[in-house]
């Protein structure tokens, strides 16, 4: 539906939308052969066939993978590897930093 900008404006005034006055999609005339309006499929041999895989990592992370089931390739992972390393090695940072505080012995008492 498409609505002009005095039709918009009488909307937001609250005034009822006259639909006769929106301009409809015209029907294919005889001998259109509406190329414009869709374009060929291509064969479902051709189209990419994928599978999601979705799994909980030793982190309580979740990962997504998207998997090219033709060849096995990875074809895209959520979060990236990258990012799941960065992530691993903060934790692994915190761990030792949080260790070191638990260990500490106050020489002074």
Do not use: C, F, W
């Amino acid at each position: 539906m498409r609505v002009d900008l005095a039709q918009s404006r009488a909307l937001l005034a609250g005034t009822p939308l006259n639909r006769d006055a929106i301009p409809r999609a015209q029907a294919p005339r005889e001998g259109d052969d509406g190329a414009a309006a869709h374009t060929e499929q291509a064969p479902a041999e051709a189209l990419p066939q994928r599978s999601l895989s979705i799994l909980v990592d030793e982190n309580k992370q979740i990962v997504y993978r998207i998997i090219d089931e033709r060849s096995g390739e990875l074809v895209r992972q959520i979060p990236p590897e990258e990012v799941r390393r960065a992530s691993r090695n903060i934790a692994a940072l915190v761990r030792s930093s949080e260790d070191a505080q638990h260990h500490k012995v106050d020489l002074n008492t």
